[in-house]
Each structure stands twice: as structure tokens, then as C-alpha cells.
């Protein structure tokens, strides 16, 4: 041992990443909270239409009942993979109807601390190393991540707009290798395309066909516009053996940084993210849960309220943006508009140049996979009103 290595701190003499985390994915724009800290200490204004979080306020019963649970030493216990048992039949009273279904809330409702974390994890109660999965490209980090993690062999599926940016059954049905797990998501981040329940039927029947769980992320199922009603895997007749379905109370319900959610299905499947769960974490916060279940067994009126403001929203940030001359159609989901990047520069180049020039934050959309190259994505996470003022600053940009 030569002077040099003693001097080493013990820690980087006997630690270097993993393979593994090489063959992550680079995140085109790690440099923007960096940019950002820039532009504020020169004293300019951001925009940051960057990250799908609307920063409205949550329902009331959530605060109001949070503000008690939290007094309850009952609630501060591990919650476990099971939870607050009147979280889980709130949940399946939703279900019942939204969705029509009859769902037991002991075997078929599992507590997530959010949804992100469960639909990575799905993949370690699925997956066999070398089992293939099929994902849309560009989607959701964790559908690539859990498979990744588990050692699957990943699939990416370019979404296509002249496909609606839906993953045509006969994909299912002639993907390669022992196809065990296909990730489906609409309304759909970061496309902002909705499915018809007929095509969820396909899919389900395609998924069925080749022996593999279907695990459909409905996020955003209480986020559309124009009348359209998002379909889920409980109106279909038998769709419940063959899939997982997941809910999120961050879009839903504006509650993001809660961590709440829950994931629905055919109960071996929800026994078997249970198990794997028990690995890896020991439950939500019970007066979280309770929060949850108040704000569930509301009425609906929250749901509108919300989709009131955002709809406002919507309208202002096609409007603008189609006065600074993007490409731009009002989206029937999601809180995004995904848009083709005005020229030839990569969507990397194309938002790192808008937020230096204008301050204001997109995403690109190669940061959710190759497929997203050329495209830009735009969270409605501004006032109706800053809108005007978001578009003017792009047009002069460009
Ligand atoms: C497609 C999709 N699924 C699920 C989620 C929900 O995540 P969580 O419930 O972890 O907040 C998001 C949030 O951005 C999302 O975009």
C-alpha cells in the first residue's frame, strides 16, 4: 500500500457503483435545479412547468382529519403491509362507484406509499431474471426501473402519435422472449393520450393470450376533460385475474407529497406485491391512511372543483402556447401538453436554450426514454392566469 491509498477515506477505498447503476439511464437536464439556482440569484423569474404538480389544495377532510390522526398514538404505529382497514373499505367503496365493481378491501386492496414505489416493486412479485416485460417508451420511470432492478429483460415500445401513442395489442402478442409483465398507463404521462375502454379490452385479452400480468397505471384516471371518462381493468368482465391495477391520491386529489395510494387486482397478484412489500417497507403513516379515507368517502364535488381549475388551465396553456407558435391540441388527460420540439434541435438542447433565455422550465421528453426524443412536455403547474406570460416568454425565446 502506497502513501496515497492510506490516505484514502476508507469508504471510496472500498466502494464503486455497481454495474448495474451504469446501465440506468442518463438524465438529460440533471442541470436544471443548477440553471435555476442561476437565474434567481441574477434575480430573474422561473417558470417551472417541469414536474406534474398542480400545488392546489388538498381536499379539507384531509387536513381537518391529518390534523387529528396525528394526536392519535394509535396512528403512529407501524401500519404494516395491511394499514387502516377503514382506508382499504374506503377504497373499495370508491371503486364501487367509479368503477362499478364489487372489491373485497381485505384480499384485493393493497396500501401503497404512494403509487411509484408499488409499481416499481410489482415487477420483483412478477418477474423471473430474464422474464420479458413490455413498456411504453416514452413512460413512467418505474416500469423500466422495477424490471431493470429485477434483472427482466426490458422491452421499450416507441409510442406513436399516428397510433394514438397506444401500444397495439398485437405488440403484446408478438413481443419477445417468456413475456411475463406489460406496464399500460392512461390517460397517459408523458403523451397525454386517453384509451377507450375497447381498447383496454384488447389489451386485456392480448396480456391473457400470452400469459402475462397486465399492470395498468390509472394515475390519472379523475383527470380528464371534454365529458371523456377513463375506463378501468374493473369494468371488464374477467380483466381482474389478469391485471393490477394502480390509483394515486397525488393527482386525484392533489396530494403529492402525502405518499398515499393503492393498488387493486386479482388477489394473488396483490398477495404477492404484499409479500415483497414486507422486504421493503412497513407501511404508509396510519393518520395519513386516515386522511386518505375521509377524503374518499367524500362526494365527488372535489374531483369537479379540481378538474374546474385545471380545465381552466388547459385552455389558457393551449391558447398561449399556440400564440407562440407551438404545435399544441388540447389534451383529453393528464395535466400535460406534449408538443413536437419547433425545428431540429434535440429536446435536451431545445429546453436547456428556453430556460436560460426565458427562465421557464419544460421537460424533454427523451428525460421518459429514447421514444420521447423530439418532444417536449408541459405540466399545467402554473395559475390560469401566468399563462400568458409563459407563451410570450417562449415566442421570444424562439
Ligand atoms: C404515470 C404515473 N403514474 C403514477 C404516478 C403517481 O405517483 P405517486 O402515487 O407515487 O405520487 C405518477 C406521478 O407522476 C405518474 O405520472
Known amino acids: ?70 394526536g392519535n398514538p394509535a396512528l403512529s404505529k407501524y401500519g404494516f403491509q395491511r394499514g387502516l382497514p377503514e382506508y382499504r373499505e374506503a377504497i373499495a367503496r370508491w371503486l364501487g362507484r367509479r368503477f362499478g365493481a364489487d372489491v373485497d378491501p381485505d384480499l384485493e386492496v393493497l396500501p401503497v406509499i404512494g403509487s411509484k414505489e408499488a409499481i416499481a416493486l410489482t415487477a420483483f412479485a412478477v418477474l423471473d431474471p430474464g422474464d420479458s416485460v413490455l413498456v411504453p417508451d416514452p413512460g413512467y420511470a418505474p416500469y423500466f426501473g422495477g424490471p431493470y432492478f429485477a434483472g427482466a429483460d426490458v422491452i421499450r415500445f416507441e409510442l406513436r402519435a399516428e397510433e394514438g401513442y397506444l401500444i397495439p395489442p398485437d405488440a403484446i402478442r408478438r413481443a419477445r422472449g417468456r413475456l411475463r409483465l406489460v406496464y399500460i398507463n392512461y390517460p397517459n404521462n408523458p403523451t397525454s393520450a386517453v384509451a377507450e375502454i375497447s381498447y383496454l379490452q384488447e389489451v386485456v385479452e ?3 393470450e400470452r400469459g402475462a400480468v397486465l399492470l395498468f397505471d390509472n394515475a390519472y384516471s379523475e383527470i380528464t376533460f371534454d365529458g371523456f371518462r377513463a375506463p378501468g381493468l374493473l369494468e371488464i368482465e374477467g380483466a381482474r385475474e ?36 414486507t422486504f421493503f417497507d412497513t407501511g404508509a403513516f396510519m393518520a395519513v391512511q386516515a386522511a386518505g379515507a375521509a377524503v374518499l368517502e367524500d362526494p365527488d364535488e372535489y374531483i ?37 420540439v419547433p425545428g431540429e434541435e434535440k429536446a435536451e438542447d431545445f429546453c436547456r436554450r428556453l430556460l436560460i433565455d426565458s427562465g421557464v422550465v419544460l421537460l424533454p421528453g427523451s428525460a421518459m426514454g429514447p421514444g420521447g426524443e423530439g ?15 409563459a407563451g410570450r416568454r417562449i415566442q421570444e425565446a424562439l
Not at 26 to 32: G, S
Not at 247 to 261: E, I
Open 1 to 70: 500500500m502506497d502513501d496515497t491509498t492510506v490516505a484514502l477515506p476508507v469508504s471510496r477505498q472500498a466502494w464503486s457503483p455497481p454495474g448495474r447503476l451504469n446501465g440506468l439511464p442518463p438524465y438529460p437536464l440533471a442541470d436544471v435545479p443548477d440553471i435555476k439556482a442561476r437565474l434567481l440569484a441574477e434575480g430573474r423569474t422561473v417558470i417551472d412547468l417541469g414536474v406534474g404538480d398542480p400545488g392546489l389544495p388538498v381536499p379539507d377532510a384531509a387536513v381537518e382529519t391529518l390534523r387529528e390522526a396525528v
Open 206 to 208: 392480448a396480456c391473457r
Open 242 to 277: 389478469v391485471g393490477i391495477e394502480f390509483h394515486s391520491m397525488s393527482k386525484t386529489y392533489n396530494m403529492t407529497g402525502w405518499r398515499l395510494g393503492w393498488a387493486t387486482g386479482d388477489r394473488r397478484l396483490i398477495g404477492a406485491l404484499r409479500r415483497v412489500k
Open 304 to 340: 369537479r372543483w379540481n378538474l374546474d381549475h385545471l380545465g381552466r388551465r388547459r385552455d389558457a396553456a393551449v391558447a398561449a402556447f399556440q400564440a407562440a407558435g407551438l404545435d399544441v391540441t388540447a389534451p383529453r388527460g393528464t395535466l400535460y401538453l406534449w408538443f413536437a
Open 375 to 389: 418532444f417536449v412536455r408541459a405540466s399545467l403547474a402554473i395559475h390560469e392566469d401566468r399563462w400568458e406570460e
